[in-house]
């Protein structure tokens, strides 16, 4: 078992930043990919970011691409979302996921373990 716990949510102005956190606790060794998907109102999950253990391997939604950045520390188990730039069309609930797989990191299905969510609401 996993347990991911998601932090720095917030309401922010169109074009400013947050950094959103996702600690991990438990089996590790099923984090070798954290990912971060986001669910807005009447949508569906979508993928956001993923990261490989090494961090040597990322991906990103063309949508983000250039605004966006994920890390992770090992070390505490954690993994970031730098978000810059931000949109209103980035309003959504953020998960963060993990996998003890390294494929299709940009589809929900290989994850095994999420948190419960953090908001994030971008105000124009």
């Known amino acids: 078992q996993v347990q991911l716990v998601e932090s720095g949510g917030g309401l922010v102005q169109a074009g400013g930043s947050l950094r959103l956190s996702c600690a991990a606790s438990g089996r590790t060794v099923s984090t070798n990919i954290m990912g971060w998907f986001r669910q807005a109102p009447g949508k569906e999950r979508e993928f956001v970011t993923a990261i490989t253990r090494s961090g040597g391997n990322t991906y990103y939604a063309d949508s983000v691409k250039g605004r966006f950045a994920i890390s992770r520390d090992n070390a505490k188990n954690t993994v970031y979302l730098q978000m810059n730039s931000l949109k209103p069309e980035d309003t959504a609930v953020y998960f963060c996921?993990?996998?003890?797989?390294?494929?299709?990191?940009?589809?929900?299905?290989?994850?095994?373990?999420w948190g419960q969510g953090t908001q994030v609401t971008v105000s124009s």
């Open positions: 996921a993990s996998s003890p797989l390294i494929v299709n990191p940009t589809s929900a299905a290989v994850y095994h373990y």
